[in-house]
C-alpha cells in the first residue's frame, strides 16, 4: 500500500509535468467517438444488453480524453482544476466497466456451451462475484480521484492510497477472473459438451484472455505510476498514459467492436448478432 508523509505529498505537484499534447488528445477524442459510437449501434441491433456498461465505459474515455484536450488548449501553467480532474478521474476508472461486461460475458458462454459443470463455482455466483469486485474497485477508484482533486495533503494522500488499494482490488479479481475462465476452457476442451462442437466459444474465449489480459497491464502500469507519485518517471512523461493507458484501452474496445459478444447471446437465445463487422440474424 502506498505510503507518504503528508508533509511530502504536494511535493512537486503541478497539473502536468509537460505540456499536453492538443493533437494527440484530439486524435484519441476521435478514437474513442468511432469505437464507442459503433459499440452502442452494436449493442441497439442486437440487444446486447449486458455490453451497456461497456458502452458508458467507452464513453467515460471519451469524455475523458476531451478533458485532456481542453487542458491541451490553454495556456500551459494556466492550466485550470476542472480539465485537469475530469480526465484524470474519468480515464482511470473508465476500465472497471469494460471489466463488468467482460465478466457477464462469460457467464453467457457457459451458458452457450451448456458447460455449468466445467466451473468450480456456480455460474450464477461466478458473476455476482466478479461484478461485485469490479464496483468495489469503481468505487474505491472512483471516490480515490474525487479526494485527490481536494487541496489538503492529507486529503491527497488519503486519495492515493484508495486509488492505489481499487486498482489492488482490480488486479486480483481480473487474476481470479483469468483463472476461472482457464479452468473452465480446459475442463471444457478435456470433455466437449454436446453444444461446445457447434459454438463459436474458442472466439469469445480468446477475446476475454486478450482484453483482460489488456486491462491488467494497463492497471499494473498505473499502480506503479501512484507508487512513484507526483514526481515519478511515469507521470513526468506524457507518452507512458497514450502507451498503456490510452492505446491499450482503444484496443479493448476495438477487439470487442470485432469479435461482438452479440454473437454469444444469439446463440443462446436467438436474434441478431455481429460477426465482425457484419450483421446477421440467428436462429437457435
Not at 77 to 87: D, E, K, R, S
Not at 112 to 132: E, N, P, Q, S, Y
Not at 262 to 282: N, P, Q
Request: proline content about 3%; glycine content about 10%; aromatic content about 12%.
Amino acid at each position: 500500500m502506498l505510503s507518504i508523509r503528508s508533509s511530502d505529498v504536494l511535493a512537486g505537484f503541478k497539473y502536468y509535468h509537460y505540456t499536453p499534447s492538443l493533437p494527440a488528445a484530439a486524435l484519441f477524442v476521435v478514437l474513442f467517438a468511432l469505437a464507442t459510437g459503433l459499440h452502442a449501434y452494436q449493442m441497439f441491433r442486437t440487444r446486447t444488453w449486458f455490453m451497456i456498461a461497456f458502452c458508458i465505459g467507452g464513453l467515460l474515455e471519451l469524455i475523458g480524453y476531451i478533458g485532456r484536450a481542453m487542458s491541451a488548449a490553454q495556456q500551459p501553467g494556466a492550466w485550470t482544476l476542472g480539465p485537469f480532474v475530469l480526465q484524470s478521474t474519468l480515464l482511470l476508472v473508465a476500465p472497471a466497466l469494460f471489466a463488468a461486461s467482460i465478466y457477464m460475458e462469460l457467464g453467457r458462454i457457459v451458458q452457450m456451451v451448456d458447460g455449468d459443470a466445467h466451473l468450480f463455482i456456480r455460474r450464477k455466483w461466478t458473476t455476482k462475484i466478479f461484478v461485485c469486485g469490479d464496483v468495489l474497485s469503481f468505487l474505491m477508484q472512483g471516490s480515490g480521484g474525487g479526494l485527490m482533486s481536494g487541496k489538503s495533503a492529507d486529503s491527497i494522500k488519503t486519495g492515493q492510497n484508495i486509488v492505489v488499494g481499487g486498482l489492488w482490488v482490480q488486479i486480483i479479481f481480473f487474476g481470479m477472473f483469468v483463472a476461472t475462465a482457464t479452468f473452465f476452457h480446459l475442463r471444457l476442451r478435456k470433455a466437449p459438451t454436446d453444444r461446445s462442437p457447434v459454438t463459436p466459444w474458442r472466439k469469445h474465449m480468446f477475446a476475454l484472455y486478450l482484453t483482460s489480459g489488456l486491462i491488467l497491464v494497463r492497471s499494473a502500469v498505473r499502480v506503479v505510476e501512484y507508487l512513484q507519485g507526483f514526481t515519478g518517471y511515469l507521470l513526468e512523461h506524457e507518452v507512458f498514459l497514450y502507451v498503456f493507458d490510452a492505446m491499450l484501452m482503444l484496443s479493448v474496445m476495438l477487439i470487442m467492436n470485432w469479435i461482438h459478444p452479440s454473437e454469444v447471446r444469439a446463440c443462446i437465445r436467438g436474434g441478431k448478432s455481429v460477426t465482425g463487422l457484419r450483421l446477421a440474424a440467428v436462429s437457435v
